[in-house]
């Protein structure tokens, strides 16, 4: 249909109802620029799981150790190196009730446990035949024997025949096993995540501090100010800062404390800088003038308009920092020189797992585990942070 | 500048090793004071700590690092003449590898953006940037060298023997390098100026290495510098968990046995080392940045 | 007219994917350029002008497509054709410059360079005869002490300068078409003035057509022969420049022409701001586009989208405008809201 020709009735020609037109034409309600940002973070599921993550490690950290009766220095010879799941196996004695056992292949021994999976104790071999490589076991008539001389050790009965398993069973007295001195590693796991989560906001709060204080100066006064502070931190990056930690700890003598001290004091530069460069470009600002004119003091201009507005690049330096802290600590506990024992850091656990790493690969697992997410979360709360507040990402 | 930095390091570790209560000797072993005093007269720390400290300066000015204070004899650029090779080597192939792979997969993941490829190199970059390089190493040793035998548990007399250490050393900062790569490409793919050269008819591999990449590598560049650096000191575990006898495990040794001078001088070492790589990195970055040399002129 | 376009722009459409779905940037863009006449085009920012010429020239971001439409360039379609097809036309027979010339010149090499690799892009020269060829441009924009300046990069140019820097590039190969994206918006007034001057002396010495975009009328009054308003992806009014000026034909243009200053009138006018913002092109309205910000819209306008409606002309160019209000049906009190537009013949 040609619409230069067609007919329009006469009523199309009265003039739009601009109310009812308007109301039609109501945008999406916008959005202050937080309010923008949060809806973001909120859409990005890598980061919002990351988050859930951490507050359930920062909960368990707090209150996990409080509701077990392990504690992390408590240790038990008897009981080192448990597995926190195994094979559980059934004596069938011709009276009386079954007793339940478990072999612990790495060190060929057979501990008791009940139907459900706790740990009763460790048994005692009758006696062990070196020749044959087995040890043997007393159960009232029967006996059941450790076969070592073909790896992994098997469990079979008298006659050489496989022993009745019961199937596989999780450890209810340890849930995540024993460590080579029979501390329960749950517990000490907790602890972990007490010690590297204080060590990375202590250290990334120190850090904070130091790099706002330090890049806001420099920033706001500029100048001379500005160059002498900036050639300081132009030194200070060129020092290999790692190394640093390691004479810090070395001289501090390792601990909790220094370890803070040591990271604390030494990871601010990034910090400063973003602050200052945030700061130098913000000062130019008009809305900076329009305060000054106002007569707004320093303090006020500081912290009322520029710190406000440098919140964005701070917090995602903050989220970054806090993995590159676990990280260090950690690092810094598995060469030596992090927490002292008896004390466990996920650094610690992951050195003492490797010492056992032979027979008792598992160990590895919980603190590679534990620490491997936890920089995950960290890095995609970051990241999730930075895309979240980036402007020109914005619509 | 470098001068001044170096002499402040050297000072500063001087210094912080020397703020360590009481002597080398006094510590762990008992030692009959007359056998202390007679050590510390031989190794000079019965002077002022001033005259030390001269000392210690007038030694480095000759490249002289002093001896080992735990191995009678040894002197610390016998340690790390003898390291060196080693970590040298592992070093030199990590960082071809961050280099070498890292930024290759960066550019591949930043021209095929939100595809698969770009997601599963991602996925794995974001892995390597989350796993401490030690936690790797062990994961590595205990699958490829306890459990399938693919590679040697230590020792590098084998090719083979160099695999693990070397994508252990190289795993984040291959990932890191990867991860800034592709950052960095789709920043310079998104400029006014890849729109021009498109705009000109030049030919689009012309477009992405001479006009993308030359400018994409500004960023990467700078970080080259710290990168060396951290490959060195992760060198230190890497070194001690594959049982390398570098200048890492030296290190963390003397670290051990509170051996102070060695740790003084291999700090010193690194941090020579250190700004080394990051003159280098600055004349590379003014090849490839002209708008830096300006900015030196004036 | 009697010579045959150089560029015939046909039904063009282009939408942008994004995750929230298709942007509509262009709807349905047509238009001719003949040899050695420029084309102003003229709208707000998101108007659609860029993208329009950039479609023509493949040039969209990765998202982008042309979904319909056609560019026929001196009878060779330029869309659909091969990346390597197009290589061949850009840079040699279409130019381009763009509004920022900080930003469109690569930091990292020489401007000498820049200029040398397109040469060599398209014609079978050695790199000296590019550069003697790149050295002759630099004198053609008047960039002073030419010869030194080849080696310097673009940081070491003034705004100004480095505009130059970008006609250069832009006329290595003598093209028969340019197109200049707001050549001069991002430099100061009395730079633009320059520009411009140069833009319009270099297209009667080279006979080359330009296609102007802008967002200022100024500007198009200046140099430009055509004129065509573009709003919300569409082409709104064109004529000669003359016809459009003198008698606006569409509510949009007299809004564009009132809400610049006119200095030489000695009246104290109140400049009027047109009210509202562009509509959103994710979900472009039915009827005329730009109907909500329309001071006479009417029911029609919400509902169907106006045809272009061929306006009387004084100057030998078809003046059209897409407004309701020019339908025969539409009431004679509205319709005198337009100027009556001087007819050449009566």
């Known amino acids: 249909m040609d619409q230069h020709k067609m007919t329009i009735p006469a009523d199309k020609w009265a003039p ?98 009940n139907e459900g999976g706790e740990i009763l104790g460790l048994l005692r071999a009758k006696r062990k035949d070196l020749m044959k490589k087995q040890h043997i076991y007393a159960f009232g008539e029967e006996e059941l024997r ?77 100048g001379n100010v500005d160059n002498v502070m900036m050639r300081i931190v132009e030194i200070i990056s060129t020092i290999p800062l790692t190394l640093y930690v390691i004479l810090m700890m070395v001289v501090f003598q390792s601990g909790f404390l220094s370890i803070i001290i040591a990271i604390g004091s030494v990871f601010w530069v990034d910090m400063a800088r973003i602050v200052r460069g945030q700061m130098l470009s913000l000062k130019n600002q008009d809305y900076v003038a329009a305060a000054k004119t106002m007569g707004a003091s320093t303090k006020r201009i500081l912290t009322r308009h520029l710190l406000p507005n440098t919140m964005g690049p701070i917090l995602v330096t903050l989220t970054l920092l806090i993995p590159s802290a676990i990280f260090i600590e950690s690092f810094m506990s598995f060469i030596g020189l992090g927490v002292s024992v008896p004390m466990a850091s996920w650094g610690t656990l992951t050195a003492e797992a490797v010492e056992t790493l032979r027979a008792y690969p598992h160990q590895l697992f919980f603190p590679a585990a534990a620490i491997s997410l936890t920089m995950f979360a960290f890095n995609f709360l970051g990241d999730g942070l930075r895309d979240a507040l980036d402007p020109r990402l914005r619509k | 500048m470098m001068a001044l930095t170096l002499f402040l390091i050297i000072t500063l570790t001087f210094f912080l090793m020397h703020a360590i209560p009481g002597g080398p000797f006094t510590s762990e072993k008992m030692l009959a004071p007359e056998i202390e005093a007679a050590l510390n007269a031989k190794y000079g720390l019965d002077k002022p700590i001033w005259q030390q400290y001269l000392s210690y300066l007038q030694g480095i000015l000759t490249f002289d690092l002093g001896p080992s204070f735990k191995y009678p004899g040894v002197r610390v650029n016998d340690l790390i003449r003898e390291g060196l090779p080693v970590t040298a080597q592992t070093g030199f192939l990590a960082m071809l590898c961050v280099v070498a792979l890292g930024i290759p997969l960066g550019i591949v993941a930043a021209l095929n953006q939100n595809k698969w490829q770009d997601t599963t190199i991602m996925a794995v970059a974001t892995m390597g940037v989350a796993i401490p390089s030690y936690v790797l190493a062990t994961i590595a040793l205990y699958l490829f060298a306890l459990q399938w035998n693919l590679v040697p548990t230590f020792g590098l007399d084998d090719w083979r023997g160099y695999i693990l250490p070397v994508a252990a050393l190289s795993g984040f900062w291959l990932s890191f390098i990867a991860r800034l790569s592709r950052s960095s490409l789709l920043e310079v793919l998104g400029q006014d100026y890849m729109v021009t050269a498109r705009a000109k008819g030049l030919h689009p591999q012309t477009i992405l290495f001479k006009h993308g990449m030359r400018n994409a590598l500004i960023p990467i560049v700078t970080v080259l510098g710290p ?72 | ?75 060779k379609q330029l869309t659909g054709l091969s990346d390597k097809d197009l290589r061949a036309i850009r840079g040699d027979d279409i130019a381009m410059i763009f509004q920022d010339p900080m930003t469109s010149l690569n930091p990292t090499l020489t401007v000498g360079e820049q200029l040398i690799e397109t040469i060599v892009a398209h014609k079978p020269v050695s790199r000296g005869e590019a550069r003697k060829r790149a050295l002759e441009l630099f004198e053609l924009v008047k960039i002073p002490s030419a010869a030194s300046r080849l080696d310097n990069y673009p940081h070491e140019f003034s705004g100004g300068m480095r505009q130059r820097v970008m006609i ?35 297209q009667e010495k080279l006979g080359m057509a330009i296609i102007l975009i802008t967002h200022d009328l100024g500007v198009i009054a200046e140099v430009a022969d055509r004129i065509l308003v573009m709003y919300g992806g569409m082409v709104m009014e064109t004529g000669d420049v003359y016809d459009v000026f003198e008698s606006p034909q569409h509510p949009y243009t007299t809004g564009l022409l009132d809400s610049i200053p006119d200095v030489r009138s000695h009246k104290k006018e109140r400049l009027t701001p047109i009210p509202g913002s562009p509509p959103d092109m994710l979900r472009p309205p039915e009827g005329c586009p730009f109907a909500p910000r329309c001071p006479h819209a009417m029911q029609q306008c919400l509902e169907a989208m106006p045809p272009l409606f061929e306006r009387p002309n004084a100057k030998p160019t078809v003046h059209e405008a897409r407004c309701w209000l020019h339908h025969d049906d539409a009431p004679d009190s509205l319709k005198a809201i337009f100027k009556a537009p001087e007819a050449a013949n009566g």
């Open chain 2, 227 to 298: 990168v060396v650096a951290n490959l060195l000191t992760g060198s230190f575990v890497i070194e001690q968990i594959f049982a390398l006898p570098g200048i890492g495990r030296h290190f963390v040794l003397s670290i051990s046995n509170r051996d102070y001078t060695t740790i003084m001088g291999i700090t010193i070492f690194y941090a020579a080392f250190l700004m080394l790589m990051i003159l280098i990195v600055d004349l590379l970055y003014m090849v490839l940045d002209p708008r830096i040399k300006l900015a030196e002129k004036s």
């Open chain 3, 168 to 202: 250069a590039m832009a006329l290595t190969c003598d093209p028969k078409l340019l197109i200049a994206d707001e050549p001069t918006t991002a430099l100061d007034v009395t730079i633009q003035r320059q520009i411009l001057l140069l833009l319009k002396d270099l």
């Open chain 3, 1 to 75: 007219m009697s010579s045959a376009p150089l560029l015939k722009v046909d039904n063009l459409t282009t939408h942008f994917h994004t995750s929230r779905g298709d942007v509509q940037a262009v709807r349905g863009v047509s238009f001719d350029v003949k040899p050695g006449e420029i084309l102003g085009i003229v709208g707000e920012s998101g108007s659609g002008k860029s993208i329009t010429c950039l479609s023509v020239l493949g040039l969209l971001k990765a998202n982008g497509e042309v979904v319909d439409g056609s560019a026929d360039f001196e009878g």
């Open chain 1, 16 to 113: 739009i109802d601009r109310g009812a037109q308007d109301a039609e034409f109501i945008a999406a309600p916008s959005l202050t620029y937080w309010q923008d940002v949060r809806q973001r973070l909120w859409r990005n599921r890598p980061a919002m799981a990351s988050l859930a993550f951490i507050i359930f490690l920062i909960l368990a950290a707090i209150f996990g150790p409080m509701m077990t009766h392990h504690t992390y220095y408590d240790q038990d010879l008897k009981l080192s190196n448990i597995p926190p799941i195994f094979e559980v196996y059934q004596t069938s004695p011709e009276d009386g009730e079954p007793q339940y056992v478990f072999l612990n292949s790495g060190n060929f021994k057979l501990y008791e446990v």
């Open chain 1, 146 to 222: 450790v076969d070592y001389s073909q790896l992994p050790a098997t469990l079979v009965d008298g006659d050489g025949n496989p022993a009745t398993s019961l199937g596989l069973k999780w450890n209810q007295t340890n849930w995540f096993g024993t460590d080579s001195l029979g501390r329960d590693v749950l517990v000490r796991q907790l602890y972990g995540a007490r010690i590297s989560l204080t060590v990375a906001f202590v250290a990334a709060l120190v850090n904070f501090f130091i790099g706002v204080f330090y890049g806001g100066v420099a920033g706001y006064f500029g």
